[in-house]
């Protein structure tokens, strides 16, 4: 029984990135040998073992093989005559199908080193168009590190594009991997990715992407929920809204793109906005239950349209919630009037922080 460092941790240590944690596979094991070693079994659909001291994840050498479209289709058999090599073979990138032994040394078939040292997202064989997923893992690892795709490799997606693959991804699968690579270093580079290999308009036909505005997003080092915001300043409600539904997308950037599409002409028309209208706007976004979404949504609004000042926004939002909204309704004439009331009192300190 043999245990190697295998995947990110050794790409990672070769790239000098901290290493986290680290994945181990293990060769000539049966399950039982695992368990007998002291090893706690984790894993549902193939063997995977947690450390008995470092907790971390050892799985048994594996080959998989496709039985069906989709991601899930695939027969997977462990057993201890599966090689390190014909593991690491079934692996979608050769960046990710290196190894370490326990003694340090570099096991690399595939030339992923290479690959790391020439900036290149190579595939390891044909068994990638297995997989659709790996299309926008692809597409996501070139956010990352700004690699080019291999020309093969290129060519290789196109034609899975072609063939329908990626009809057969499910929602939660993308959001995923669409969410992972908006969220690094040069998110743009996803998306010039999927344009580039045709994969873009059948994964997301909705959207317009500025990759500008995205590079300043990333560069100040904005959150997931502003960037995805980003993606809806282009479109109407009603098609993010769809967007957001097809995608199963979480709550929070979801309500962040949502109100970036309902308020964004409000807020390009607040500089000249009387105190009601920008109450109004300030209503329609939620601004004063949920102050931190909104400062998302004009940080948004900054990074989608570059010399814009929401300051006098801003100053509303401030001045609104000072109001002493209990206080205004205890003085309120009777039960129906406290919402007026209290407007009529958020307008009047809009109007003087403003002068106007």
């Known amino acids: 029984m043999k245990a190697y460092v295998v995947g990110g941790a050794v790409r990672d240590e070769l790239l000098g990135v901290p290493v986290t944690d680290r994945d181990w596979v293990v060769v000539g094991a049966t399950p039982e040998e695992m368990v007998a070693a002291g090893y706690r079994p984790v894993g549902a659909d193939f063997p995977v073992f947690l450390h008995p001291k470092t907790h971390e994840e050892h799985a048994l050498a594996r080959t998989e093989r496709k039985q069906g479209r989709g991601y899930k289709g695939f027969t997977v058999h462990a057993a201890p005559d599966v090689t390190l090599e014909q593991d690491l073979a079934r692996r979608d990138l050769t960046i990710n199908a290196m190894a370490r032994d326990e ?131 282009p479109l109407h409600e009603d098609v993010m809204r769809a967007f957001c539904d097809r995608l199963r997308v979480p709550g929070d950037p979801r309500d962040l793109a949502l109100a970036v599409c309902r308020c964004k002409g409000r807020i390009l028309a607040a500089r000249s906005a009387s105190a009601r209208e920008l109450l109004d706007l300030l209503k329609s976004a939620d601004a004063l239950r949920r102050p931190e979404r909104f400062s ?61």
């Open 296 to 356: 998302a949504l004009l940080r948004t609004a900054r990074l989608a349209q570059p010399g814009l000042s929401t300051t006098r926004v801003a100053a509303a939002g401030a001045a609104a919630s000072a109001v002493d909204a209990g206080a205004v309704a205890r003085r309120a004439p009777d039960a129906a009037r406290i919402a007026e009331s209290v407007d009529a009192a958020r307008e009047q300190a809009i109007a003087a922080t403003l002068g106007s």
């Open 103 to 233: 003694a340090g040394r570099l096991i690399d078939p595939f030339g992923g080193a290479r690959d790391l040292e020439q900036g290149v997202l190579r595939h390891v064989s044909d068994a990638f168009v297995e997989d659709p997923v790996r299309v926008l893992r692809l597409a996501r690892f070139a956010a990352r590190y700004g690699f080019r795709v291999a020309d093969e490799t290129m060519a290789l997606v196109r034609r899975m594009v072609a063939a329908g693959e990626l009809d057969h991804l499910v929602a939660e699968r993308v959001w995923q991997e669409f969410a992972t690579g908006l969220a690094e270093p040069r998110p743009e580079r996803m998306f010039e990715t999927l344009e580039a290999c045709g994969a873009l308009a059948p994964l997301f036909p909705e959207l317009r992407v500025d990759h500008a505005a995205l590079q300043r997003a990333a560069s100040e080092g904005a959150p997931l929920d502003v960037r995805f915001a980003l993606l809806a300043w």
